[in-house]
T-cell receptor, first 115, second 113 residues
Framework: DAMVIQNPRYQVTQFGKPVTLSCSQT?????MYWYQQKSSQAPKLLFH???????NEADTPDNFQSRRPNTSFCFLDIRSPGLGDAAMYLC??????????????FGDGTRLSIL | GDSVTQMEGPVTLSEEAFLTINCTYT??????LFWYVQYPGEGLQLLLK?????DKGSNKGFEATYRKETTSFHLEKGSVQVSDSAVYFC????????????FGIGTKLQVIP
């Protein structure tokens, strides 16, 4: 009964080769988030969608983009991955960003390795 | 800007020991405060939260009280189990408007039998 599903769990790509990570949710939540988490560090918010409204964090590199074709799915695209982009990528959801709550449900993450 | 400071880990405890993980924050106004837990190989789970001063969040035997006067939100549990071994993240969400959550660095807890 997983509610936020990330695929794949492990992804290996080559330096500079575009890669897409996917996230789906069965909660019908309005907000979907993408976080980057490097080893022994706090998760760092890259961007979020409130419904179809895309919100990019100021310090998110242009190399990172996202798509949300419908309520259930959200994708993270890394156009030209560098070695510094190797990390765990976490997708999360919340019902509404105005509820004074943070992300409520996380997926298990995709661990990205760059060769 | 907003920040969260957690005690450095790892913290190693024997089963049934008392747990405290310290967390202090810097933020304007009245942020919401959270504890998340991350078990090995998994994503984060929201463990508990508090949205105003003196609120106590609790879940699965864990508790934390929102202390505005000391800007703290320490996590406690009276008797830890091996299954509590995980990384615990303190986090805040600023008051008003869209809330971007700021996480602490995380504290790894290892409970030994």
């Amino acid at each position: 009964d997983a509610m936020v599903i990330q695929n794949p769990r492990y992804q290996v790509t080559q330096f500079g080769k575009p890669v897409t990570l996917s996230c789906s949710q069965t909660l019908n939540h309005n907000v979907m988030y993408w976080y980057q988490q490097k080893s022994s560090q706090a998760p760092k918010l890259l961007f979020h969608y409130y419904d179809k409204d895309f919100n990019n964090e100021a310090d998110t590199p242009d190399n990172f983009q996202s798509r949300r074709p419908n309520t259930s799915f959200c994708f993270l695209d890394i156009r030209s991955p560098g070695l510094g982009d190797a990390a765990m990528y976490l997708c999360a959801t919340s019902r509404d960003r105005q509820n004074r709550g943070g992300p409520q449900h996380f997926g298990d993450g995709t661990r990205l390795s760059i060769l | 800007g907003d920040s969260v400071t957690q005690m450095e880990g790892p913290v190693t405890l024997s089963e049934e020991a008392f747990l405290t993980i310290n967390c202090t924050y810097t933020a304007t106004g009245y942020p919401s405060l959270f504890w998340y837990v991350q078990y090995p190989g998994e994503g984060l789970q929201l463990l508990l939260k508090a949205t105003k001063a003196d609120d106590k969040g609790s879940n699965k035997g864990f508790e934390a009280t929102y202390r505005k006067e000391t800007t703290s939100f320490h996590l406690e549990k009276g008797s830890v189990q091996v299954s509590d071994s995980a990384v615990y993240f303190c986090a805040l969400s600023p008051s008003g408007g869209y809330q971007k959550v700021t996480f602490g660095i995380g504290t790894k807890l290892q409970v030994i039998p």
